[in-house]
């Protein structure tokens, strides 16, 4: 990359980690969600996403977003342990 690009890129990423940060954060303040770090799970998230994505593009296979997009909130909000 050339330094114009990597600077552009990192600008719209701090600022689309910083949003999701922040929502991470309101939930946490209202009671909704546990204590996280929050920056850390934003980048866990997004780290989740980009995979998804390059599995997808590699293996040429189509994306039901819809689909992911409700079971990667279900494994985020509820984790994958078995209750009881």
Do not use: C, N, Q
């Amino acid at each position: 990359y050339t330094e114009r690009i990597r600077e552009v890129m990192l600008s719209s990423l701090e600022e689309h980690v910083g949003k999701f940060a922040a929502l991470v954060e309101e939930g946490i303040a209202k009671g909704e969600f546990k204590p996280v770090d929050s920056y850390l799970t934003t980048h866990l998230v997004i780290g989740m996403a980009f995979e998804i994505l390059r599995i997808t593009m590699l293996e040429r296979r189509p994306l039901d977003v819809a689909r992911t997009a409700e079971e990667v909130t279900r494994i985020l909000f509820h984790g994958i342990k078995r209750r009881g």
